[in-house]
């Protein structure tokens, strides 16, 4: 598509539930990322994949939090048994996943974010 | 490790004024460095990224960036600020060999007429 899609774009949840969180990147994008952002901070690194492969998972804050990318594209973020410290908005973003030297410049195209609220 | 520390949640200007978003960043080899743009309800937007070809950026919307090693930092200015300019702003760091992309808390940009 023309840009990240993230669906839904608002999740209400009881505390205790499971949710998933899907991420649509751009075509030929190889490089597929998850952050955190919650209200008055920064983005937070949850996850990194190139193609398929969790090629850095050391944002995720613990064993409840888990994602996926079975095909190389789309990529879900599953929340086990949440807890009202999860409510955040979750961000995917997507870049060429180009290996060298100009990997580092690679520029991350975010979609809009899944506002998940846990009660 | 590699962190961003943005000076001032918060900064307002008049209409017209000259806009300063202050970056320091935390590298131990020469990194990436990117300032992102967040309107309200809408994603974040790249609004320019440093990649050592030249230590002055232009970026969209009249904004710039200027990479002082010595310093270790990375502002972000504007001569002029316009109504539209208000949004939160991020500063971002990459390592040349790194995956992920390290962000700044943000400074919260208020334009006053």
């Known amino acids: 598509g023309a840009g990240v899609s993230q669906t839904p774009s608002n999740k209400v949840t009881e505390k205790g539930k499971y949710v998933e969180l899907r991420c649509d990147p751009i075509?030929?994008?190889?490089?597929l990322y998850w952050y955190r952002q919650s209200l008055g901070q920064g983005p937070e690194f949850l996850i990194y994949?190139?193609?398929?492969?969790?090629?850095?998972d050391s944002g995720l804050p613990n064993d409840r939090f888990f994602a996926v990318r079975p095909e190389g594209s789309v990529s879900t973020l599953k929340i086990q048994r949440t807890e009202r410290g999860d409510s955040a908005v979750y961000l995917c973003?997507?870049?060429?996943?180009?290996?060298?030297?100009?990997?580092?410049?690679?520029?991350?195209?975010f979609g809009a974010g899944s506002r998940l609220t846990v009660l | 490790a590699q962190s961003v520390t943005q000076l001032g949640s918060h900064v307002s200007v008049s209409e017209g004024a000259l806009v300063l978003l202050r970056c320091n960043y935390s590298?131990?080899?020469?990194?990436?460095l990117f300032w992102y743009v967040q309107y309200p309800n809408q994603g974040l937007q790249l609004l320019l990224k440093?990649?050592?070809?030249?230590?002055l950026v232009k970026g969209i919307n009249g904004f710039e960036a200027e990479f002082k090693k010595s310093e270790t930092s990375f502002h972000l200015t504007k001569p002029s600020a316009h109504m539209s300019d208000a949004a939160e702003y991020f500063c971002?760091?990459?390592?040349?060999?790194?995956?992920?992309?390290?962000f700044g808390s943000g400074t919260r940009l208020s334009i006053r007429p």
């Open positions: 973003a997507s870049s060429l996943g180009l290996a060298g030297v100009s990997y580092g410049a690679n520029v991350l195209t």
């Open positions: 075509s030929g994008h190889t490089a």
């Open positions: 994949f190139q193609g398929t492969g969790a090629a850095d």
């Open positions: 590298s131990s080899v020469p990194p990436y």
């Open positions: 440093y990649t050592s070809a030249a230590t």
């Open positions: 971002a760091v990459r390592r040349a060999s790194a995956s992920k992309i390290i």
